[in-house]
């Protein structure tokens, strides 16, 4: 094809003056690199957020206790005794049929005993909905049921980390463990969960019955949170919707108050996380975009520079049989190529900070995939091709005589 | 094969109109090795640069092998210069960053389709001018004369109908310019057509038709007996 053997040209004139095209892709490798890094970080951003509400649970809504803004202060402390178990109640009664509802009292840091070992944990007190709530059951044993609520039995189920600290040789399942000095007896151990995004390990607490905890434990008559199991994931936002009107009517908030109780969905947090990320990527991607156009502006300079040096060859060429046509290709193609040596090299710087920033700030997420290559290549070969267009329409259209001369 | 009839070039330079060439009507045989002569200025190079389809006239009529080329827009002059037309110059014009064979190979980069003998065909018109061991040397590394043979190798590769040589020798010395003649003089008895423009009346004793152009006009115009 003559357009292979028009660009081999291309390519061959490069290889000439090296020196030359390694600046002509200089501003086009920093663009790139840029690119590479926004690229890489929205694209971990994507993936920190599908971890997360894999662990979360893709149609999982949970609320909690205490107005102000998520991440921010508060969060456990004592004060925000605003959720009821009343409240759990009223929604079980309006969404029953729609979702599974878990109502529990949740406290960290607490010393458990068993034989000679010790430790704080957190300890759950959570109603016998949890394990659907939640989509976490018991691998050994049993769970918590309907009786043991009723009866505030002295029972609990462990998580894995726990079961296998203290009773490393043998079953759990009947064994006693003191919790906040009240001792209680092991009905069962959960699956084993892994580590949340944060860093936690899910496994590291166990859980008893809510009345044991809120009349026996800890005493209290408030619920730190409501968890919600959507069953049809189309229908999460009509249930948080409507969660969130029945609380404020239950608590008596009117339209311009703020909640009492903070509200969380999968969507939500995703959004948090998107919107924190959003200011590195805007300001990258503009970055890159100045980067791309500096060096595009670089590019066509260098080659409209070096097209005097060509004219002669340009003049021969035409005199050999080469349209104008195949004149524009030919510097186009030079500016293209130089474009997309400029976006390997790139591409290459790029994946450094990809690689590496992780390493060092671990909540800054990066990832690599295939959208990190096609972007470079679309905007190289793009910034090839416009900044390249004016050299190439220059050399096209010399006139062959005056070419020659 | 070729004809010229009432052809007329005007440049105009700053609003002001340069005729160079006036109402020139030549008409060329197949086999024909025409020496083109005269003073400078006198319009010999415009003449080879429409008869290379460099230039277009700005009046007149030019057919090759009875085709009207005068209409004909960039692509297919192109396609014609490529396939028909063959060029040698005074200062040889060989593309230095690519070797010998390279270069005479650079027509068919615009040949479709490219053919399949092209490289074999390159490499016996290097073997025909003498430098079947000079293929992968650089042209800088070559004398004058030897990159003007390749030149003329270069010219001859897509075999085309006319050669074009513009004082193919003004830059080579009396040894070389003697070689580059012979090549010549073997290329006419192949029954190749040639336009040489020469001021030199030796070289022009190798044509078998001088022309000479005065003030952009036919002066004089003898065919020899060959």
């Given at each position: 094809?003559?357009?292979?053997?028009?660009?081999?040209?291309?390519?061959?004139?490069l290889?000439?003056?090296?020196?030359?095209?390694?600046?002509?892709?200089?501003?086009?490798?920093?663009?790139?690199?840029?690119l590479?890094?926004?690229?890489?970080?929205?694209?971990?951003?994507?993936?920190?957020?599908?971890?997360?509400?894999?662990l979360?649970?893709?149609?999982?809504?949970?609320?909690?206790?205490?107005?102000?803004r998520?991440?921010?202060?508060?969060?456990?402390?004592?004060?925000s005794?605003?959720?009821?178990?009343?409240?759990?109640?009223?929604?079980?009664n309006?969404?029953?049929?729609?979702?599974?509802?878990?109502?529990?009292?949740?406290?960290?840091?607490?010393?458990?005993?068993?034989?000679?070992?010790?430790?704080?944990?957190?300890?759950?007190?959570a109603?016998?909905?949890?394990?659907?709530?939640?989509?976490?059951?018991v691998?050994?044993?049993?769970?918590?049921?309907?009786?043991?609520?009723?009866?505030?039995?002295r029972?609990?189920?462990?998580?894995?980390?726990?079961?296998?600290?203290?009773?490393?040789?043998?079953?759990?399942?009947?064994?006693?463990?003191?919790?906040?000095r009240?001792?209680?007896?092991?009905?069962?151990?959960?699956?084993?969960?892994?580590?949340?995004?944060?860093?936690?390990?899910?496994?590291?607490?166990?859980?008893?019955?809510?009345?044991?905890?809120?009349?026996?434990?800890?005493?209290?008559?408030?619920?730190?949170?409501?968890?919600?199991?959507?069953?049809?994931?189309?229908?999460?936002?009509?249930?948080?919707?409507?969660?969130?009107?029945?609380?404020?009517?239950?608590?008596?908030?009117?339209?311009?108050?703020e909640?009492?109780?903070?509200?969380?969905?999968p969507?939500f947090?995703?959004?948090?996380?998107?919107?924190?990320?959003?200011?590195?990527e805007?300001v990258?991607?503009?970055?890159?975009?100045?980067?791309?156009?500096?060096?595009?502006?670089?590019?066509?300079?260098?080659?409209?520079?070096?097209l005097?040096?060509?004219?002669?060859?340009?003049?021969?060429?035409?005199?050999?049989?080469a349209?104008q046509?195949?004149?524009?290709?030919?510097?186009?193609?030079?500016?293209?190529?130089?474009?997309?040596?400029?976006?390997?090299?790139?591409?290459?710087?790029?994946?450094?900070?990809?690689?590496?920033?992780?390493?060092?700030?671990p909540?800054?997420?990066?990832?690599?995939?295939?959208?990190?290559?096609?972007?470079?290549?679309?905007?190289?070969?793009?910034?090839?091709?416009?900044?390249?267009?004016?050299?190439?329409?220059?050399?096209?259209?010399?006139?062959?005589?005056?070419?020659?001369? | 094969?070729?004809?010229?009839?009432?052809?007329?070039?005007?440049?105009?330079?700053?609003?002001?109109?340069?005729?160079?060439?006036?109402?020139?009507?030549?008409?060329?045989?197949e086999?024909?090795f025409v020496?083109?002569?005269?003073?400078?200025?006198?319009?010999?190079?415009?003449?080879m640069?429409?008869?290379?389809?460099?230039?277009?006239p700005?009046?007149?009529?030019?057919?090759?092998?009875?085709?009207?080329?005068?209409?004909?827009?960039?692509n297919?002059?192109?396609?014609?210069?490529?396939?028909?037309?063959?060029?040698?110059f005074?200062?040889?014009?060989?593309?230095?960053?690519?070797?010998?064979?390279?270069?005479?190979?650079?027509?068919?980069?615009?040949?479709?389709?490219?053919?399949?003998?092209?490289?074999?065909r390159?490499?016996?018109?290097?073997?025909g001018?003498?430098?079947?061991?000079?293929m992968?040397?650089?042209?800088?590394?070559?004398?004058?004369?030897?990159?003007?043979?390749?030149?003329?190798?270069?010219a001859?590769?897509?075999?085309?109908?006319?050669?074009?040589?513009?004082?193919?020798?003004?830059?080579?010395?009396?040894?070389?310019?003697?070689?580059?003649?012979e090549?010549?003089d073997r290329?006419?008895?192949?029954?190749?057509?040639?336009?040489?423009?020469?001021?030199?009346?030796?070289i022009?004793?190798?044509?078998?038709?001088?022309?000479?152009?005065?003030?952009?006009?036919?002066?004089?115009?003898?065919?020899?007996?060959s």
């Amino acid at each position: 094809m003559r357009i292979f053997r028009v660009s081999r040209q291309a390519g061959s004139a490069l290889w000439s003056q090296k020196g030359k095209a390694f600046l002509m892709l200089l501003g086009i490798a920093v663009g790139i690199m840029l690119l590479t890094a926004v690229v890489g970080l929205s694209q971990g951003v994507e993936k920190r957020i599908s971890e997360i509400t894999a662990l979360f649970g893709p149609r999982a809504i949970v609320i909690q206790a205490g107005g102000g803004r998520f991440g921010g202060p508060g969060d456990r402390s004592a004060s925000s005794s605003t959720l009821k178990l009343e409240d759990a109640m009223a929604i079980r009664n309006r969404l029953s049929e729609r979702a599974v509802v878990a109502a529990a009292f949740v406290t960290d840091d607490i010393p458990i005993k068993s034989g000679d070992t010790n430790a704080q944990t957190d300890v759950m007190a959570a109603d016998p909905n949890f394990p659907q709530a939640y989509d976490w059951y018991v691998a050994s044993g049993d769970p918590l049921d309907e009786d043991d609520e009723r009866a505030m039995s002295r029972v609990c189920v462990l998580g894995a980390t726990i079961a296998r600290n203290f009773f490393p040789e043998q079953d759990p399942v009947g064994q006693r463990i003191m919790i906040n000095r009240v001792w209680f007896t092991v009905k069962g151990v959960l699956t084993s969960r892994g580590t949340n995004a944060m860093g936690f390990d899910m496994d590291d607490r166990l859980w008893i019955p809510l009345s044991t905890g809120m009349r026996r434990v800890f005493h209290q008559d408030y619920i730190r949170n409501i968890r919600l199991n959507v069953r049809s994931a189309d229908d999460v936002a009509a249930v948080t919707d409507e969660a969130t009107n029945l609380l404020r009517d239950r608590h008596h908030i009117r339209t311009p108050e703020e909640d009492d109780f903070r509200l969380r969905t999968p969507d939500f947090i995703a959004q948090r996380v998107r919107s924190m990320a959003r200011t590195t990527e805007l300001v990258g991607a503009a970055l890159a975009t100045v980067a791309l156009i500096v060096g595009g502006v670089v590019l066509m300079n260098i080659l409209l520079l070096s097209l005097s040096e060509r004219i002669p060859e340009i003049g021969l060429k035409r005199a050999l049989g080469a349209s104008q046509h195949d004149i524009f290709a030919e510097f186009l193609a030079e500016s293209i190529i130089v474009s997309l040596m400029g976006m390997a090299l790139g591409v290459l710087l790029g994946l450094v900070p990809v690689f590496l920033i992780p390493k060092l700030f671990p909540l800054m997420p990066m990832a690599v995939t295939w959208r990190t290559f096609a972007y470079a290549a679309l905007f190289s070969s793009f910034v090839g091709g416009i900044f390249g267009v004016q050299p190439a329409r220059r050399a096209a259209r010399l006139d062959p005589v005056e070419a020659l001369r | 094969m070729i004809e010229l009839s009432g052809i007329e070039k005007t440049y105009h330079t700053g609003g002001v109109d340069t005729p160079v060439l006036h109402g020139i009507n030549i008409s060329i045989e197949e086999g024909e090795f025409v020496a083109l002569m005269g003073p400078s200025g006198t319009g010999k190079s415009t003449l080879m640069n429409i008869l290379g389809l460099l230039d277009r006239p700005t009046a007149g009529v030019y057919k090759l092998a009875g085709q009207d080329l005068t209409k004909l827009d960039d692509n297919k002059l192109s396609t014609i210069r490529n396939k028909r037309v063959g060029f040698v110059f005074q200062l040889f014009h060989l593309l230095p960053r690519v070797s010998v064979l390279q270069n005479v190979l650079l027509p068919f980069l615009y040949t479709d389709p490219y053919p399949t003998d092209a490289r074999d065909r390159a490499q016996s018109l290097l073997k025909g001018v003498g430098l079947q061991d000079r293929m992968y040397f650089k042209p800088n590394a070559l004398s004058g004369g030897q990159q003007q043979r390749v030149a003329i190798a270069r010219a001859l590769v897509n075999e085309p109908a006319l050669i074009l040589a513009d004082e193919p020798t003004g830059n080579l010395d009396s040894v070389a310019s003697q070689e580059i003649l012979e090549i010549f003089d073997r290329i006419h008895a192949q029954g190749r057509t040639i336009v040489m423009v020469t001021h030199e009346a030796e070289i022009a004793a190798h044509a078998s038709r001088v022309i000479t152009l005065k003030d952009g006009c036919i002066a004089s115009d003898e065919k020899r007996g060959s």
